[in-house]
C-alpha cells in the first residue's frame, strides 16, 4: 500500500525522493521497517536514487534533535532550568521587555518573539563572532509581538537565541559540542550533522531548491539563509541526517525517556524525568499545542493523522520533513522528503503528510484511541 501511495506522490511531483521510517514496540522487542522511493534530483545528470544512506536537510527538525537534547544535557551539571530567563542566560544585556523571557517560553514559542526576521539581507556575512553580534543587537531591538507567556507564535527567533545560550553555557561552537556530547556517544556522528560552510561533508544529499540569495541549487548546504549566514550552524536550523540517523536518535529518545532502565548508565546523556516534562503540553487552556522543543497533535486535522495518541510528541521541517513518537502506542513515524526542490513554493506535502500517518497507523492495527 505504501508503495502505491508514493508512487502516486512521485508522480504528482509533491517531491522527487522520500524516506520513511516506521519503529514499533519497545526495547526489548522493536520492528523496524524502513523504505525509499523516487531520486535525489530532478535533473537527469546528477540524480541518484534515494537509499538508507541519502542525507537530508531535516531543516526545524533541528530544534529537537540538536538544540533541545543539547540543553537537557546541560542541564545535568550547569545551574539553569526552564524557568531561567534570558536575563540570567546571556551575557548580553536585554532590554527590559525580553529580560524576564524563560527558557520555557522560548522552547514552547510563548517568547513573544517575531515568528522571522531575514537577518541574512541585513547583516554582512562575515566572522562568526560578529555575525552573532550584529544579529543578538537586531533581536534586541525587534519589538516583542505579545508580552511573553501570554500566547504562542512560532518563533525561529528563540531558538537562535537557545542556540547562542548553549554556546555560551558551554564554551563550545553548537556543531563541536553536539557532536562531542550527543551525536558521537550515540555512535550517530556520521548519520546526523551540522555541515558548516564550505565544509561539506562527503556523501550522497538529497537536493534542495534553488536559492536566489546563494545563485544556486543546494546540495549539502542548509536552506535557511539565517541558518546559512550563521555558518550552517544555528539554533532553529542546519541539521542534516540520514533517515537511520533520525530514526535511530529517536529510539534513543523513547528508550530514554519511557524505558529509563534499559539504557546502560553510560548512554543517559540527560534526565529521563526531564525529557518526559519536555513531552507535555504547558498551556493546557489555550490552542497552542506545543510542549518543550516537540509539538503535539492539533485537535483537528493533525498532520499527524487521527490516531496517534495525546500523548504524541513530533515535528516538522520546512524541507519536507518530520517525525512523530507516541509512546503510549510505542511507534515512531520518520517521513524524510525534499519537498523544496527545486523550488520552495511545493507546498503539496501539506495534503499527503496525514495520509500518510493514518495507512501506516491502519497497517499496524493501531487506529484504537
Known amino acids: 500500500m505504501l508503495d502505491s501511495f508514493f508512487s502516486r506522490a512521485l508522480a504528482q511531483g509533491i517531491f522527487p525522493g522520500a524516506a520513511s521510517a516506521v ?10 521497517m524502513v523504505n525509499c522511493w523516487g531520486d535525489t534530483s530532478y535533473r537527469s545528470e546528477d540524480k541518484q536514487a534515494i537509499s538508507e544512506e541519502t542525507y537530508f536537510d531535516l531543516a526545524s527538525l533541528t530544534k529537537p534533535l540538536a538544540t533541545l537534547p543539547a540543553l ?45 526576521f531575514p537577518f541574512y539581507q541585513e547583516v554582512k556575512a562575515g566572522l562568526y563572532r ?13 519589538p516583542l509581538v505579545y508580552p511573553p507567556g ?41 548519520k546526523i550533522f551540522f555541515n558548516l560552510t564550505g565544509r561539506i561533508r562527503p556523501g550522497i544529499y538529497a537536493a534542495g531548491e ?47 525517556g519511557w524505558e529509563e532502565e534499559k539504557i546502560p548508565a553510560e548512554k543517559k546523556l540527560f534526565k529521563s524525568e526531564i525529557l518526559r516534562r519536555c513531552c507535555r503540553k504547558w498551556d493546557l487552556t ?29 515535528h516538522l ?32 506535502i501539506k495534503k499527503i503528510r496525514p495520509r500518510f500517518h493514518q495507512l501506516v497507523m491502519e497497517q499496524l492495527e493501531l487506529t484504537h484511541m
Open 23 to 32: 519503529i514499533l514496540g519497545d526495547y526489548t522487542q522493536r520492528r523496524r
Open 150 to 190: 501570554s500566547r504562542s507564535l512560532y518563533s525561529d527567533l528563540g531558538y537562535i537565541l537557545a542556540g547562542f545560550i548553549i554556546e555560551q553555557l558551554s564554551g563550545k561552537n553548537l556543531n563541536t559540542f553536539l557532536d562531542e556530547n550527543i551525536y558521537r556517544p550515540l555512535g550517530l556522528e556520521k
Open 286 to 314: 489555550g490552542t497552542n499545542t506545543w510542549a518543550v522543543g516537540f509539538d503535539t497533535p492539533s485537535p483537528r486535522n493533525s498532520s499527524g493523522g487521527p490516531y496517534l495518541s495525546g500523548e504524541s510528541i513530533g
Open 72 to 116: 537537557l544535557h546541560l542541564m545535568t551539571t550547569e545551574k539553569f532550568n526552564f524557568d531561567t530567563t534570558l536575563e540570567d542566560l546571556l551575557v548580553v544585556k536585554m532590554p527590559p521587555d525580553k529580560q524576564k523571557i524563560t527558557l520555557k517560553d522560548i522552547l514552547t514559542h510563548r517568547s513573544g518573539l517575531a515568528a522571522y
Open 210 to 256: 534553488y536559492c536566489l540569495w546563494r545563485r544556486r541549487v543546494l546540495r549539502g548546504e542548509v536552506g535557511d539563509e539565517n541558518c546559512a549566514l550563521l555558518g550552517g550552524a544555528a539554533g532553529h536550523a542546519g541539521l542534516f541526517g540520514s533517515i537511520t540517523g533520525v530514526m535511530q536518535l529517536l529510539e534513543y529518545l523513547f528508550d530514554l
Open 317 to 348: 521541517g520546512y524541507a519536507g520533513t518530520s517525525f512523530w513518537l507516541d509512546p503510549q502506542k510505542k511507534v515512531i513515524l520518520v517521513l524524510l522528503t525534499n519537498r523544496v526542490h527545486p523550488c520552495r513554493s511545493n507546498n503539496k
Open 130 to 142: 560578529q555575525v552573532k553580534k550584529e544579529i543578538i543587537e537586531l533581536i534586541r531591538q525587534t
